[in-house]
């Protein structure tokens, strides 16, 4: 599964390079439906290839445009390692396609920029969050959101215990493992064994060594990130682990036993009933603080999609409440400061839902990318303004 980082996402908003293609489908991860995406995404490719020429290239420039992608559709390896949508980005400099956990609905859209608003369920508020499955002899970071869940692969951290320690002395052999007793707090107890440990201290220190490097690997794939991480290991490991991690969002509760007799599907909805709380509760003071505001007519809140797009472009965007499905079309004229919306696209409009969260976001803002109909106030767009 592909990991989309929020500086990639940064880079992705930022982009204003000629034609910014972006393509949404869903995908499935294993038998004969497969061959079906591969058609899908050949239909979408024609479907995009028609837009380009409408917005002004000749067809062999569309095509020298979508040849990546196009390759994509003969790359059978590449339809063997799918998730539960595919999100394609292309422009005259980058070609990023991303697997990952999002049962995506068909959509194509040709701008000045690249459309990133079905991406926001795994990138903004309640969107997404991580596993981290500690063992001795297996390391897996998952990415999870409300139905789904993918493994991402781990740069930079050892397999294993044993591929730590060998760095350090490739005598040193241990292991652990609880036993059925307890310790004086009730916890289960941790059994320590192998060649070359000195004093009971020992190995508590190897294994922080061991989670150091892990923390090293999380932190780097993790950085500028808000989801929550929830840890899963063998009790007596788990506060071992805390006072190695540098992670800001690791959770206080975690997921006790053994994660290598567990699934990623297991892990996914023991760690789903540990965060589902944590996401209900922000999003929950989030829309109460904007019907206060609403409530009071306050200027700081506001439904209005031509004074959200510019507020949200200049920074004035606190909290954000996108509706998912729904395009807005229109343009941003960013000399006069106004907003004119169209009821169909025309070649260069945005959808100025997407502006708007895509500038939110660029200006440390929060956004909860929602179902239409749960926006408060039953409307495409409402926002809680910094001033």
């Known amino acids: 599964m592909s990991v989309l980082s929020k500086s990639e996402l940064k880079n992705l908003m930022e982009t204003q390079d000629g ?18 995406d591969l058609i899908r995404l050949k239909n ?5 290839e028609e837009l380009l020429m409408m917005g002004g290239l000749r067809g062999p420039e569309a095509r020298g445009l979508l ?4 390759e994509l559709v003969q790359h059978a390896g590449f339809w063997r390692l799918q998730s539960d949508g595919l999100a394609i980005f292309v422009s005259r400099d980058i070609f990023r396609p991303y697997r990952l956990p999002l049962d995506f609905g068909e959509l194509v859209v040709v701008a000045e920029r690249f459309h990133i608003k079905p991406l926001l369920p795994l990138l903004t508020g309640d969107g997404r969050f991580y ?16 139905y789904s869940v993918g493994q991402i692969d781990l740069e930079k951290v050892p397999d294993s215990l044993a591929e730590a320690l060998k760095w350090n002395d490739p ?22 064994h192998g060649h070359g440990v000195a004093s009971a201290d020992d190995p508590k220190d190897y294994i922080r060594r061991y989670f150091r490097q892990i923390d090293d690997g999380v932190r780097d794939l993790l950085r500028d990130e808000r989801a929550p991480l929830v840890s899963a290991g ?16 690791l959770l206080e509760e975690g997921i006790t036993g053994n994660p290598e007799e567990l699934s990623a599907e297991e892990l996914h909805r023991q760690a789903w009933a540990i965060v589902q709380p944590h996401f209900q509760r922000e999003r929950k003071e989030a829309a109460a603080q904007y019907q206060r505001l609403a409530g009071a007519e306050s200027e700081l809140a506001s439904n209005e999609v031509q004074e959200i797009v510019p507020a949200a472009y200049h920074g004035r965007v606190e909290t954000l409440f996108a509706a998912l499905g729904f395009q807005q079309w229109g343009s941003f ?22 502006f708007a969260a895509a500038h939110t976001l660029l200006n440390a803002g ?17 926002a809680v303004f910094r001033y």
């Open 19 to 36: 034609w910014c293609v972006s393509i949404f489908m869903p995908t499935h991860r294993a038998g004969a439906e497969i061959q079906q």
């Open 44 to 48: 979408l490719l024609g479907e995009t």
């Open 67 to 70: 040849k990546p992608a196009q």
């Open 131 to 146: 596993v981290l499955a500690l063992s001795q002899n297996e390391v897996r970071l998952l990415q999870g959101t409300r």
């Open 171 to 192: 005598e040193r052999h241990l292991q652990w493992h609880t036993q059925t007793g307890t310790t004086t707090d009730g916890r289960r107890a941790a059994i320590f």
């Open 234 to 249: 063998v009790d007596y490991v788990l506060p071992l682990y805390r006072e190695a991690n540098t992670y800001q969002h």
């Open 333 to 354: 004229d960013v000399d006069t400061n106004t907003v004119e919306l169209r009821k169909e696209a025309k070649p260069g409009d945005d959808d100025l839902l997407d």
């Open 366 to 382: 929060t956004v909860y990318a929602v179902e239409a109909g749960k926006v408060p106030d039953g409307a495409s767009l409402a």
